[in-house]
């Protein structure tokens, strides 16, 4: 694997949990949210059900834009993901976001 290989990662999602917003240390906000997708898709001919839910977390003036999105607001999001700072599981590191 090289450092040119791409980790974009897009969804359409419902806002489904929003923590208080909090500052780092530098005095940066972040915000961490839990969000919810559910879509159709097709997998090998045949019609599949998905639904997940995504940690995510946002910095500086996107964090403070999320952390006034209503619960339940379904947005397109996009950004990267990355493992989570305890070493278990991902994490969505948004970077843009845009109500749908």
Same mark, same amino acid.
């Given at each position: *694997?090289? @450092? ?5 990662? +897009?969804?359409? %999602?419902?806002?489904?949990? !929003? ?24 997998? *090998?001919? @045949? ?5 997940? +839910?995504?940690? %995510?977390?946002?910095?500086? !003036? ?39």
């Amino acid at each position: *694997m090289t @450092a040119s290989q791409a980790n974009h990662f +897009q969804l359409t %999602a419902m806002v489904l949990e !929003v923590q208080n917003l909090r500052y780092t240390p530098a005095g940066i906000p972040v915000l961490n949210l839990l969000l919810e997708h559910e879509s159709s898709v097709t997998e *090998m001919d @045949a019609p599949r059900r998905v639904k997940l +839910q995504v940690r %995510a977390v946002a910095f500086g !003036v996107l964090a403070e834009t999320l952390s006034r999105q209503a619960l339940t607001s379904v947005c397109r999001f996009a950004g990267f993901m990355a493992h989570a700072r305890n070493g278990k599981g991902l994490v969505f590191h948004i970077q843009d976001f845009s109500k749908t």
